[in-house]
């Protein structure tokens, strides 16, 4: 991956807490974090319950602001945007895969896919054709037209995943997406957003407490108590025998 010397990392975090609460009942989910994620990386942040994960995945897709310390991501720091532009940053910016889905009932998966689009009535007959193309390679072309209560749990989060890339973003963010999927589904959603990161460059960052999952990503951030005791970068998961 080229990066010039010039261009800031995509996730760029200097000195980051996030506290909840006030005085004696304040708790620091996060403290004083200095984080940088590259474009293209393919990340996994893990720790034991409790540990920070949920707000570091919140803060770097810009769902939340930091207490304390800076938060940039694709070279904006949102706390400092107007409301209406942090929302259009985030939307241009940012793709969300949660652990429970989060699908609309009543749309099928092709409208769920298409649905960010629509929000912001860009839902063109060309969306269209590459909302079905993304379902087709995530292997689901023949339950486009479904509703998510007939789809299995990995479907319903394979469908998250197309809605997650179909603006676009040069990152995805997913808290605990697998947590809801037998072991061989969260290692097909792995396996999923690894093929994005190859093919289209999409940077994923993606918490889990399934340390079986680890061995699958270029790097791995552990979190205990609000902070980073650990950060490794490994070799990546396939084609491990060529040299880098
Ligand atoms: N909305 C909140 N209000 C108060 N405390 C919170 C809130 N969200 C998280 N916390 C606390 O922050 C810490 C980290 O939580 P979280 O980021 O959810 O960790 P994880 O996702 O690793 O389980 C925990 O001690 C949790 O109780
Ligand atoms: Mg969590």
């Known amino acids: 991956m080229m990066m010039s ?24 989910a996060l403290k004083n974090v200095d984080l940088a994620i590259a474009s293209g990386e393919f990340v996994s942040v893990w720790g034991p319950s ?22 940039q991501i694709n070279g904006e720091e949102l706390a400092k945007l107007p409301d209406a532009q942090q929302s259009s940053h985030r939307n241009r910016s940012v793709g969300f895969i949660f652990q429970n889905f989060n699908l609309i009932g009543v ?14 009535g860009a839902e063109t007959s060309r969306a ?29 989060q394979r469908v ?5 890339l179909m603006t676009k973003p040069p990152l995805v963010v997913a808290d605990e997406p697998t947590a809801n999927l037998d072991s061989e589904n ?17 940077t994923f960052v993606f918490s889990t407490h399934d340390d079986r999952l680890l061995d699958k990503v270029d790097r791995r951030i552990h979190l205990r108590d609000g902070q980073i005791t650990d950060d490794v970068t490994v070799a ?9």
Request: charged share 20%; glycine share 10%; aromatic share 4%.
């Open 5 to 28: 010397d010039k261009q800031p990392p995509l996730v760029w975090f200097r000195d980051v807490t996030r506290s909840y609460g006030k005085g004696d009942v304040e708790v620091a």
């Open 50 to 71: 409790g540990s920070g994960k949920s707000t570091l995945c919140n803060l770097i897709g810009g769902i939340d602001l930091p207490t304390s310390g800076a938060v």
């Open 107 to 120: 749309l099928t998966a092709l409208e769920n896919v298409l649905l960010p689009l629509t929000l912001r």
């Open 128 to 156: 269209r054709q590459e909302a079905l193309t993304l379902l087709d390679e995530l292997g689901l072309a023949a339950e486009a037209n479904r509703l998510p209560d007939k789809l299995s749990g990995g479907q319903q």
């Open 160 to 164: 998250a995943i197309a809605r997650a």
């Open 186 to 202: 969260a290692e097909k959603i792995v396996t999923l957003m690894r093929h994005f990161n190859r093919s289209v460059g999409t």
């Open 236 to 244: 990546p998961f396939s084609n491990s025998s060529e040299a880098p």
